[in-house]
């Protein structure tokens, strides 16, 4: 398992509105479900597509053995992205940290 670290600063003389800091799952890993964290109230949000859209909630659809489709929660090995949105404005000189988790393959 690896753990990787996101660490910013505002380094401007304003506030920083509408941050949001978006990383890749690495090739030959897969992301590890409900790892991501902050150290603010950051919402986080995934993509199973190669970070062109974003959800709370990946979801698929899945053939049951009756012929019928179903949206079931994305596979782990799906998840491609991990993108923090920090909602409040980041002050002058105001840091913020995320990490997420992978296994490696």
């Known amino acids: 398992v690896l753990r990787y670290t996101v660490d910013g600063a505002n380094s401007g003389e304003i506030e920083a509105k509408g941050l949001s800091v978006t990383q890749p799952v690495p090739a030959q890993t897969?992301?590890?479900l409900e790892s991501a964290e902050s150290d603010s109230s950051a919402a986080v949000i995934y993509s199973i597509d190669g970070g062109?859209?974003?959800v709370a909630e990946p979801m698929v659809e899945v053939t049951l053995p009756d012929g019928t489709?179903?949206?079931?929660p994305a596979p782990a090995e799906m998840y491609t992205h991990v993108q923090w949105n920090f909602g409040d404005d980041?002050?002058?000189a105001q840091a913020v940290k995320a990490t997420y988790n992978?296994?490696?393959?």
């Open 30 to 32: 897969t992301y590890i």
């Open 52 to 54: 062109q859209s974003f």
């Open 69 to 72: 489709v179903e949206l079931q």
């Open 90 to 92: 980041l002050a002058s």
């Open 102 to 105: 992978v296994q490696v393959q």
